[in-house]
């Protein structure tokens, strides 16, 4: 009997609309000579939706509206599979046995939803609750991959209940200019500003703590922007790099998921292939280091002399028509098709993996 599989979209965040284009690409390329599959959805108010009569054949969320005619359900694990349970009168409406989660974000990529697939002892696509958690703290992670010596760029931590200690010249003096300002706990460029000058320092403070109360002041790495996508458990691979030459002042939200002008996608990159290979080494060490598995996509900045930072560990990367994670790795030779099969194994294969501990413990 196939699996079933549940594509999980929307969401709270600030990238819900990104989460209805990533899951439509998603569903749409889900191979349904392996598996079956439904939609399950997270509305812009946290609540779990299910809409049985939603069309299935091409899905567009972004065009057809999911939750207009979708009931309100909570979920339970029936016999070791999901359920989904309606709220109005108990019935149960569909089961799935594992969770392609793509909610972006908040609640979505920060370890809340794996954890609460994990407490249903559901199977799910892509890292479990720490390293989610971990990759989504970029100050955090920061802290951890510097332990491991992995070249990082320079920057300075933020809280917004401590007085800022530094005035913008010193800041300045540490970081130079011009500089980034971007919340701690946020993802694909939300709240992220440029700053050139001192009114545009505090503007820009203003602006990352709307997003959180922890954030990052960090140097600015004048280079090649340069993408690597990872995937794997045990034994993670690297894809070929890809290079984003921003049309605009830096990859913004826009450019990443809504403007396919906003920049040029160069992939592979045109990288040393003797540098390449070590990026693409420093992606996969990285992401072990950080307790990832399954899938994410990790970011650098590769300097004039071959030398390079890295930026951050996105561990629920875009899957929209223009996002680099399966781009990467259609040009490395996974179809997209199969690049979903393999995500979807890799989340059973980790389940059933754990599940063998939890038998061991007991």
């Known amino acids: ?21 990533s899951a439509s690409n998603i569903f749409n390329a889900i191979d349904l000579h392996q598996f079956d599959a439904i939609l399950l959805g997270v509305d812009p108010q946290g609540r779990w939706q299910y809409n049985p009569e939603y069309p299935t054949h091409q899905v567009n ?10 009931q309100p359900v909570w979920l339970d694990n029936r016999e070791g599979r999901a359920a989904i349970i309606s709220k109005t009168n108990l019935e149960i ?8 989660s793509i909610i972006h974000g908040t609640n979505g990529e920060d370890g809340v939803m794996q954890g609460f697939f994990r407490s ?6 892509g890292p479990d609750v720490l390293g989610s958690a ?17 070249p990082l760029a320079d920057s300075i931590t933020l809280f917004r209940h401590e007085p800022l200690s530094l005035s913008f010249a010193q800041v300045v003096e540490k970081l130079g200019l011009p500089l980034f300002v971007k919340p701690s706990n946020a993802g694909s460029s939300v709240g992220v500003s440029k700053v050139t000058d001192e009114a545009g320092f505090h503007k820009a403070l203003a ?25 794997g458990n045990e034994h993670p691979r690297a894809s070929v790099l ?38 693409r080494q420093t992606a996969v060490q990285a992401f072990q280091i ?14 004039s002399d071959n030398s390079f930072v890295l930026n951050e560990i996105n561990t629920l990367p875009g899957f929209t028509e223009i996002s680099m994670y399966p781009k990467m790795w259609e040009a490395t030779g996974l179809a997209y098709s199969d690049l979903i099969t393999q995500l979807v194994e890799l989340g059973m294969a980790r389940h059933e993996r754990d599940g063998k501990l939890k038998t061991n413990r007991q």
């Open 1 to 21: 009997m196939k699996k079933k599989i549940a594509v999980v979209f929307g969401g709270k965040s600030a990238e819900h609309e990104v989460s209805l284009n």
């Open 61 to 70: 969320l972004p065009q057809n509206d999911y939750f207009a005619q979708a």
């Open 93 to 100: 409406l569909d089961t799935f046995d594992a969770a392609f």
């Open 120 to 125: 249903l002892d559901i199977p799910f696509v």
């Open 134 to 150: 971990v990759c989504m703290d970029k100050d955090v992670t920061k802290r951890l991959l510097r332990d491991f010596h992995i």
């Open 207 to 231: 602006e990352a703590f709307k997003f959180d109360h922890k954030i990052l002041i960090e140097e600015a790495v004048i280079g090649k922007e340069v993408e690597c996508a990872v995937l």
């Open 242 to 279: 890809g290079e984003i030459i921003p049309v605009k002042d830096f990859y913004s939200y826009e450019a990443k998921y809504k403007d396919a002008d906003g920049a040029l996608l160069n992939i592979p990159a045109d990288i040393d292939p003797a540098v390449s290979d070590q990026i």
């Open 290 to 303: 950080a307790c990832c598995e399954g899938l994410a996509r990790v970011d650098f900045f590769l300097r």
